[in-house]
């Protein structure tokens, strides 16, 4: 009986340190992931702030899984020492527990790599989003260049019709003055 409670010790030891060692990979991923994107545009979209904010989610997530689990441990540990006390039918009991707690890491390990999964979909998703932008951006930034060529070429164009209208109308103005002179010279004639 005491070999059974050392290998359940043994166990539930070698439980936690599995877990832990999986959440501090986590954390250690978490922390070393990091976008940086630099959009110029007029909205300030702070990405590496959005990424620090997911990153803060899902620490919390795994510290508060963290503790929920040593919570359980140290809960089911001391049900364990108590049924070690009333005998054979108690470390019965105790094996049970244990197997429950082994069914409860399962789903908690399949949250924690869904968690992952998810983690690398956003940083997919913001990186498929940092070159839509940047294509978007280089697609704006040659319109405008365009559109700007295409103003100078028009106020260039303007301002030669505008000197070809002034020289025009000037020569319109020194033809009505001829015309005059001309008409008062015929009526000149006309009267004499």
């Known amino acids: 009986m005491g070999s059974q409670i050392e290998n359940l010790k043994e166990e539930l030891t070698f439980l936690r340190k599995n877990h832990q060692e999986e959440v501090e990979k986590l954390k250690a991923q978490i922390a070393n992931s ?3 994107v630099r959009v110029n ?3 300030n979209v702070d990405l590496g702030d959005i990424m620090s904010k997911i990153r803060e989610k899902y620490e919390k997530i795994a510290d508060q899984n963290r503790e929920d689990i040593e919570q359980m441990y140290q809960t089911k540990f001391q049900d364990l020492s108590q049924a070690v006390a009333r005998g054979n039918d108690a470390v019965q009991l105790a ?10 890491v399962q789903p908690l ?3 924690l790599n869904g968690l992952l999964i998810q983690n690398r979909s956003l940083e ?10 940047n294509s978007e951006l280089d697609e704006l930034n040659r319109t405008i260049a365009k559109l700007e060529q295409e103003l100078r070429m028009l106020c ?4 030669q019709q505008a000197e070809k209208y002034q020289s025009l109308l000037d020569v319109k103005c ?4 001829e015309i005059s002179a001309y008409q008062g010279l015929l009526e000149e004639d006309a009267i004499q």
Request: hydrophobic content about 20%; some cysteine.
């Open 34 to 36: 990091s976008v940086s």
């Open 41 to 43: 545009d007029r909205k």
């Open 95 to 104: 094996k049970r527990d244990a197997n429950n707690l082994r069914c409860q």
């Open 109 to 111: 390990e399949a949250e």
């Open 124 to 133: 997919q998703t913001l990186g498929d989003t940092e070159d839509r932008w």
């Open 156 to 159: 260039s164009h303007i301002e």
């Open 174 to 177: 020194k033809l009505d003055r």
